[in-house]
């Protein structure tokens, strides 16, 4: 998995007005999550409507190497036999998780506090990526890890024999840095503290306390204080994964660009630690409404109406902002390019560091495609030309990085000429799905020799 084979070109011409039911697949984080955590539960735990992504898929086979036993039955459920907190067995080879930031930094802190070796690597993008800012806190609970300079991947990671509990304040917004520390603390003696300064995504936290451990979360001076009390008996769920808010956003976007859509993309958690983009695109005036809104599984929930847009402005994102929809800044970069006036996007450093240095990934394909974008180290800015504005005609390069073939996919169904990208395989990472429920939709992808 550790590689894309040939790379997929795709062309995105201009579509007519979208239509019909967009039923995007399940949560990245939470199936991710689901696995993780139904591996270290004693007994068997069932989920419906994992996404079945490479990411996933991923750490699917890292579950089953440490130990867990994971399989998918016809009617599509899958079952996770779990081995216990501090279970895992060592694996026998190296752990490849593909592209998935997410999968290896949660499954390191998972194994950190066992006393077992295990070595990591992924695809080129994964391999790029920084690991120190797991494996720093990961030395506090006792464990060492050995890779490439920079912190960065392959690398082999000695799980502490005796850990100690770890009080840790986050140097950035990170949920994956987060996660890492209390999956870690699950196997560690007492209780384990992180303190996060701006609220990032919670499912760990939530999904720990319905696996059954005791987690609290206090708001203190610094920020959220989250306390685990290690070593819990995990009890084994039936989990129903809901539909994934980062993937209704091309969907969403796609109906707000492209003259005449009206599209429906149901039963979508609006947790708000991840529904910044949809709050974004009403304060940018999009024709963007809840219908039936309602709690499913303690999350709150509603059917998205996107409406085709012609009257959008661009707007500062209040940076306080960016954690709930950190995802989602390269499809916000397209629908700006249609919109009128600048959008200005602050705070967000952490998009160098995601599987493509987004920011200049977007900026350079934008420009590419006749839109102006602005950018320092940690702010970027695209000046709108309006609904239909944007000439487009131009290639992007996806850098192995799923949302940016897809941000650039969306561009071409709504630019006057053409948008090529150079490899449309990255998308089968998280959305595998995406060109069948686009193309329904109305979208015109084609593949292409290079
Ligand atoms: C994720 C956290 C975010 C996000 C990623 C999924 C998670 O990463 O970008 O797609 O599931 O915890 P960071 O922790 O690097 O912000």
Redesign the pocket.
């Known amino acids: 998995m550790s590689g894309h084979g040939e790379p997929q070109p795709m062309i995105s011409r201009k579509a007519a007005a979208l239509n019909g039911v967009a039923e995007v697949p399940g949560d990245?984080?939470i199936s991710?999550?689901s696995l993780i955590l139904g591996a270290l539960s004693v007994g068997e735990t069932r989920v419906r409507g994992l996404l079945e992504g490479e990411d996933v898929l991923a750490t699917a086979a890292a579950m089953r190497a440490f130990g867990a036993e994971v399989t998918r039955d016809e009617s599509g459920e899958w079952h996770v036999h779990g081995v216990g907190v501090g279970g895992f067995a060592e694996p026998d080879n190296v752990i490849d998780c593909g592209n998935a930031?997410?999968g290896v930094?949660?499954i390191m802190g998972t194994m950190a506090t066992t006393p077992i070796t295990a070595t990591f690597t992924g695809d080129a993008s994964l391999r790029s990526r920084p690991m120190g800012r797991v494996t720093e806190p990961m030395a506090f609970f006792g464990a060492r890890a050995y890779g490439r300079s920079g912190g960065r991947l392959p690398m082999t990671v000695v799980g502490a024999a005796d850990p100690v509990p770890v009080r840790y304040t986050l140097p950035?917004?990170?949920?994956?840095?987060?996660?890492a520390v209390l999956l870690a603390g699950l196997n560690a003696p007492g209780e384990t503290v992180v303190i996060e300064g701006e609220a990032?995504?919670d499912?760990?936290e939530r999904m720990l306390r319905g696996f059954g451990a005791v987690v609290s979360v206090e708001e203190t001076g610094q920020g959220r204080a989250i306390t685990l009390k290690g070593q819990p008996e995990l009890k084994p769920q039936s989990i129903d994964v809901p539909r994934d808010p980062?993937s209704a956003a091309f969907p969403v976007c796609a109906a707000l660009i492209v003259e005449g859509s009206d599209v429906l993309v149901p039963t979508i958690g609006l947790n708000p630690t991840r529904a910044g983009l949809f709050e974004t695109l009403r304060e940018m005036g999009a024709d963007l409404t809840y219908e039936n809104e309602r709690e499913e599984g303690g999350e709150p929930v509603a059917d998205l109406r996107a409406r085709f847009s012609p009257d959008m402005k661009g707007i500062e994102v209040p940076p306080d902002r960016a954690?709930s929809m950190?995802?989602e800044y390269p499809i916000l970069s397209v629908v700006a390019s249609f919109a009128e006036g600048k959008t200005t996007m602050r705070g967000v450093k952490?998009l160098r560091?995601?599987e493509s240095d987004r920011i200049d990934a977007m900026a350079k394909g934008l420009r590419a495609n006749g839109v102006t974008v602005d950018e320092g180290e940690d702010w970027w800015e695209v000046t709108g030309l309006g609904a239909g504005g944007v000439p487009g005609g131009g290639m992007a390069e996806a850098r192995l990085d799923h949302r940016i073939a897809m941000s650039f996919l969306v561009l071409g169904m709504a630019a006057r000429q053409a948008v090529t990208i150079d490899d449309a395989a990255p998308v089968a990472t998280s959305f595998p799905i995406f060109h069948d429920l686009m193309t329904r939709l109305g979208a015109r992808f084609e593949r292409t020799g290079r």
């Not at 950035?172 to 996660?179: I, L, T, Y």
């Open positions: 990245k984080s991710h999550r930031g997410t930094r949660l950035m917004p990170s949920a994956q840095v987060k996660s990032t995504r499912h760990t980062s954690a950190i995802d952490e560091v995601k």
